[in-house]
Nanobody
Framework: QVELVESGGGLVQAGGSLELSCAAS????????ARWYRQTPGKQRELVAA???????DYADSVKGRFTISRDNAKRTMYLQMNSLKPEDTAVYYC???????????????WGQGTQVTVSS
């Protein structure tokens, strides 16, 4: 069974930095696309950043230039480095990965449990 476990959330002052991590455990062949989402109460989950297996990245306009998504395939871990944080970045952040269970399997979608990021003004 594959599980994505997040860490790194917390409380930080505006202008500060945090790094989120998301590690995949269990029996898997590899991670295809990896994404970070965030959600605030009463709003839909928002795509923040994504990275493909080839290393291409994409960001929401609201975080471009401040957030960096990366991955370590050997460690089966994805990261989200968040700099110059703003109060409007406050949300629960979720990692999401397209996981291939074997070399011949289709890609399955997995989610982390979510981690709270709170940015105070």
């Amino acid at each position: 069974q594959v599980e994505l476990v997040e860490s790194g959330g917390g409380l930080v002052q505006a202008g500060g930095s945090l790094e989120l991590s998301c590690a995949a455990s269990g029996s898997l062949f590899g991670i295809n696309i990896a994404r970070w989402y965030r959600q605030t109460p009463g709003k839909q989950r928002e795509l923040v950043a994504a990275t493909s297996s080839g290393g291409n990245t994409d960001y929401a306009d609201s975080v471009k230039g401040r957030f960096t998504i990366s991955r370590d395939n050997a460690k089966r871990t994805m990261y989200l480095q968040m700099n110059s944080l703003k109060p409007e970045d406050t949300a629960v952040y979720y990692c999401n990965a397209g996981v291939q269970l074997s070399s011949r399997s289709v890609i399955y979608d997995y989610w982390g449990q979510g981690t709270q990021v709170t940015v105070s003004s």
